[in-house]
């Protein structure tokens, strides 16, 4: 049973456009979510974050966007560079679960110059 | 400066044998972490630990091992019961909820 779901496996854009990347998660404990970015042959590194009491977060050219009662979040990226892909997952983490997160499958982002 | 560091980078492993990757934290995290990614898998929880001389099954534990000695230490051993091991490995650490430190990976291939 897959609780946080990043259904589409990867999306291309043109640089310079919006990236927008999409996760839903199905366990309504969840109150914490975090978004990585991971290179080929490396480990993830931490992108941004939000907690349920928010409803938006933004960092620079990335936006976390949740929606509760829809239990969705998106990761918005204004202007996409080249640099940025890779692949992005999508984590959520419940209050009672110690640190634990659960991870989405991932989605491969590609800028096209 | 504080990290986590994974090491060899590249393993090779011949059928029937067992082999160990390293996890080191200076980060003073509590928790510890092993994951696998496979293409199209995501991140899959091998193991993790909360706190030293105590740690869990993940989702897949079957045909590895690990202990927690050490605060600062989490190594895996893949044994020779695990009859898909090649895989990139990746370790975590974290203190508390906002997030884990990652290493950089190790890549396991069965030769």
């Known amino acids: 049973d897959q609780q946080v779901k990043q259904n589409s496996p990867s999306l291309s854009v043109q640089e310079g456009r919006i990236s927008i990347l999409n996760c839903d998660y199905t366990n309504s404990m969840f109150d914490y979510f975090l978004w990585y970015k991971k290179y080929p042959a490396e480990g993830p590194t931490f992108l941004i974050s939000i907690s349920s009491i928010k409803d938006k977060n933004e960092d620079g050219r990335f936006t976390v966007f949740l929606n509760k009662s829809a239990k969705h979040l998106s990761l918005h990226i204004v202007p996409s560079q080249p640099g940025d892909s890779a692949v992005y997952f999508c984590a959520a983490s419940a209050e009672g679960a110690n640190s634990k997160l659960t991870f989405g499958k991932g989605i491969t982002l590609s800028v096209r110059p | ?111």
């Open chain 2, 1 to 111: 400066d504080g990290g986590i560091t994974q090491s060899p980078k590249y393993l090779f492993r011949k059928e029937g044998q067992n082999v160990t990757l390293s996890c080191e934290q200076n980060l003073n995290h509590d928790a510890m972490y092993w994951y696998r990614q496979d293409p199209g898998q995501g991140l899959r929880l091998i193991y993790y630990s909360q706190i030293v001389n105590d740690f869990q099954k993940g989702d897949i534990a079957e045909g590895y091992s690990v202990s927690r000695e050490k605060k600062e230490s989490f190594p895996l051993t893949v044994t020779s019961a695990q009859k898909n091991p090649t895989a990139f490995y990746l370790c975590a650490s974290s203190s508390g909820r906002r997030g884990y430190t990652f290493g950089s990976g190790t890549r396991l291939t069965v030769v």
